[in-house]
């Protein structure tokens, strides 16, 4: 015990000594372990060593533990990246809802929201009911997706959207592989579902930012959640842009394929498809060959989801690209363009899609385009004219064909209503209806010489003078001596006033110089004056609107020209009709002529063969051509009985098919001017008519009138009777149609029995424009048929008295 009590090892205190020896203590084996139960109590051989148990605890503590043995195995990284995956995917949840939150909290609150209104289509159509063009921001109409060709849903499905009617209005994958290219600065692509894009098109900017992104994804929501996925695909296919400034599949298709989007084929759907990517780089009009490669990417995807079959993708593939010019073209353009403007003129801008019934007739719209193009291309070249324009017309005024320069395509200015150009002797109908209402007679003897009125001398084209010629003849060889005289002799005022009450609404200088076409007008304005003569002497407004409805078919506007206010008198149209007749069968525009008809016309060449027009009409229809250049440039000796009556005759040619030739109006009538005071029935002039004639005042016969003035025969009559009328109701009144209620609706037809045209196009001849003609007219404002005369030496003398003769005292003495 000593021993080890001298043991260099620590020694606790111990406090035993004290403690009776039958005290009750427990040591450390004998404490209560886990289970409740007491210790195993140690032998007494173990209790020798008990004071070795501080010793075998410390050596324990200073032994590791015994390594645990890990679990899993294989799968152990797998479950750790899923438990991890998790994690971060509540996490990322939590941060795409505060994104969600935040951003939503600065957009309005969803029950204002609303889908905005398609910007308003006009769609145009002609009389026939076809489809001429669609104006407006859009470039087409709205299609119900049942009334598209099914390609075009299925093409862009498949390769913009091919989960679409499957997914909640998001593509997850998509939208996270977007959100990861826009955090990396890439560019996203196909991170966007069609409701998205929709969205983005219809409330949103085209900013790539996350604000953006995020109100995107909530705007789909809403939309998938207020509309299905038809009406979704319908609003999209609607409203997209496809370039070229074509937006939504029917402007799309009309612009490249010059066809509805219900009639698109295969491969036309795919290559509309393929536009969405790049509308602009990948446009037909741009670049065929990139467009028809995109095409076939859309084909591949739409075989991959079944859509087509083996064959019809071959089909389509074996197609050749499609071409489109830069900009639409064909001349009904022109036409549509001036439709804009008459329709917004006449209900205001358009708040809703609009249809716009017009009086068109495309037959004669491709014959008009068709004969200006033919003389451009055979002659034009050599003769340096690059432009003309076209204006047809019915008794009516309403326009049948407008043609407003040689190609659509290059330029969109209108010559035949925009552009005013100088008439020339295209004028000169108007001085001398005028003279007829002072007195004139066409066989009136005038003096074709040298005048001078002020400082100015007019010279006829070939710079020739006639002598003594009847006020007819003059007129059919369109001599400008004759007509300077007929001005000053019945007024410049009067020229003028007649001018404006036959249709002419430009300003007119009240001078001399207006015999020769000095004032500038329109074609359109030109021509329906002209049209005046051939009714019968009614007004004829020029008009292109017949009817304009909204969707539900309410009509907005429609027009009644069926009773216009008489501007000439009966007796004065006729003569007008005869003397212009001359012009077409004997006189400058024999280029004119066509077989079967009596047509009725006049040329007009202005200074230094800057302009020529030909306006003419049958009893049908009043048709005014113009060729000449934009920048005013020399022509070389193209007169109006040239290039414009060769182009008048082929389309007016064209144009009278499938009508029977009908008389002009009077020619078969006894529709007489006051009568002439007798003259000398002395067939000709001899030497001692001359010498006779030598003290002023003497007269000498009048020029033979032609055989066919006027013809014969009358023409049928006609009975009032006959006249089919549609029942009379109210309807807005437009011009100088003003005052007049409840009349015939504008279709009105005519008699019964009559040849109407190929398409039974409404328009009307003389005969059909008022019933029966033989009734009494009105007489036209104006004092027509007297009033002041000016003095006798200048051109003829009024009807009260004697024509004048120039006589060689006259010339003698300089007169």
Request: proline share 8%; charged share 25%; net charge positive.
């Amino acid at each position: 015990m000593a021993a080890r009590g001298r043991s260099d090892k620590r020694v606790e205190p111990s406090f035993e000594g004290s403690r009776p020896s039958d005290d009750f203590r427990l040591d450390a084996d004998e404490r209560v372990v886990g289970n409740g139960r007491p210790g195993r109590r140690p032998s007494r051989g173990e209790s020798e060593d008990r004071d070795e148990r501080p010793e075998r605890a410390r050596a324990s503590r200073n032994r590791k533990p015994p390594q645990r043995r890990q679990g899993g195995g294989f799968f152990a990284p797998l479950r750790r990246l899923i438990y991890w995956c998790f994690v971060l995917g509540i996490w990322g949840g939590i941060a795409v809802g505060g994104l969600l939150l935040y951003y939503g909290a600065k957009m309005p609150a969803a029950s204002t929201w609303s889908i905005p209104d398609r910007p308003p289509n006009m769609k145009i159509t002609a009389v026939d009911g076809s489809v001429v063009a669609n104006r407006g921001s859009t470039g087409g109409e709205a299609l119900a997706l049942e009334e598209m060709s099914p390609y075009l849903p299925q093409a862009v499905i498949a390769i913009e959207d091919r989960r679409f009617y499957s997914h909640f209005g998001v593509d997850p994958f998509g939208l996270a592989r977007a959100l990861v290219n826009n955090l990396t600065g890439q560019p996203i692509q196909g991170g966007s579902t069609i409701t998205q894009q929709l969205a983005k098109n219809l409330f949103l900017s085209p900013d790539r930012t996350f604000e953006r992104k995020i109100q995107e994804v909530l705007l789909s929501f809403w939309l998938e959640h207020k509309f299905t996925k038809d009406q979704i695909l319908a609003m999209y296919l609607n409203r997209v842009f496809f370039g070229s400034n074509a937006y939504g599949v029917e402007a799309a298709s009309r612009r490249y394929f010059n066809k509805s989007a219900r009639d698109v084929n295969l491969g036309e759907a795919a290559t509309l498809a393929g536009l969405l990517k790049a509308p602009s780089r990948l446009s037909p009009a741009r670049d065929p060959k990139a467009a028809e490669a995109r095409a076939q990417v859309v084909l591949g995807t739409m075989r991959e989801e079944g859509y087509v079959t083996d064959s019809d993708l071959k089909t389509a593939m074996s197609q050749p690209p499609t071409k489109a010019k830069s900009y639409w073209t064909g001349a009904q353009h022109y036409a549509a363009d001036m439709v804009v403007d008459e329709v917004k003129s006449l209900i205001g801008e358009p708040k809703v899609d609009v249809t716009v019934e017009t009086t068109l007739d495309m037959r004669l719209e491709a014959a008009a385009e068709k004969s200006l193009n033919d003389v451009l291309k055979k002659e034009g070249g050599k003769l340096n004219a690059s432009q003309a324009a076209l204006v047809s017309v019915d008794a009516t005024g309403a326009i049948r064909a407008l043609v407003g320069g040689r190609d659509y395509a290059t330029s969109q200015f209108n010559r035949a209503v925009k552009a005013k150009r100088q008439p020339g002797s295209a004028f000169k109908p108007f001085v001398y209806a005028a003279a007829l209402e002072a007195g004139a007679r066409p066989d009136s003897i005038v003096n074709d010489a040298p005048v001078k009125i002020g400082n100015w001398s007019p010279e006829n084209f070939d710079e020739k003078y006639r002598g003594p010629v009847t006020l007819a003849s003059a007129f059919a060889q369109s001599l400008n001596t004759i007509a300077a005289q007929l001005v000053m002799q019945v007024g410049p005022e009067k020229v003028v006033s007649l001018a404006h009450r036959l249709g002419i609404d430009s300003d007119i200088q009240a001078n001399a110089s207006i015999a020769l076409g000095t004032s500038e007008v329109s074609l359109v304005e030109l021509t329906s004056a002209y049209a005046s003569f051939m009714n019968g002497g009614y007004k004829a407004t020029p008009h292109i609107v017949r009817r304009i409805t909204d969707p539900d078919g309410k009509v907005l506007y429609e027009a009644d020209y069926a009773n216009p206010p008489r501007v000439l008198s009966e007796p004065v149209a006729a003569t007008m009709n005869g003397m212009m007749n001359r012009v077409i069968n004997e006189g400058t525009g024999k280029a004119a002529r066509i077989d079967g008809w009596q047509a009725a016309g006049k040329s007009g060449t202005t200074q230094s063969f800057r302009d020529a027009l030909f306006v003419g009409y049958t009893s049908i229809m009043t048709t005014g051509i113009w060729f000449g250049n934009d920048d005013g440039a020399f022509m070389k000796k193209v007169t109006g009985g040239g290039l414009p009556a060769k182009a008048w005759k082929e389309y007016m040619t064209a144009a009278m098919k499938g009508y029977t030739p009908t008389p002009l109006f009077g020619t078969g009538r006894g529709l007489d001017l006051p009568p002439a005071a007798p003259q000398p029935d002395s067939p000709s002039t001899t030497i001692g008519d001359i010498i006779s004639g030598i003290l002023p005042g003497s007269r000498r016969a009048p020029e033979e009138l032609p055989a066919d003035y006027p013809p014969a025969p009358r023409p049928p009559a006609q009975d009032s009777a006959s006249i089919e009328r549609e029942p009379a109701r109210a309807r807005p009144v437009y011009g100088d149609n003003q005052g007049y209620d409840n009349r015939p609706v504008y279709g009105d037809r005519g008699r019964r029995g009559d040849v109407i045209p190929p398409g039974d196009v409404p328009v009307r001849d003389y005969r059909q424009y008022r019933g029966p003609y033989d009734s009494p007219a009105p007489v036209p404002p104006g004092a027509i048929g007297g009033g002041p005369v000016p003095p006798g030496d200048v051109g003829v003398a009024g009807s009260r008295g004697q024509p004048r003769q120039t006589t060689l005292f006259d010339l003698i003495m300089g007169q």
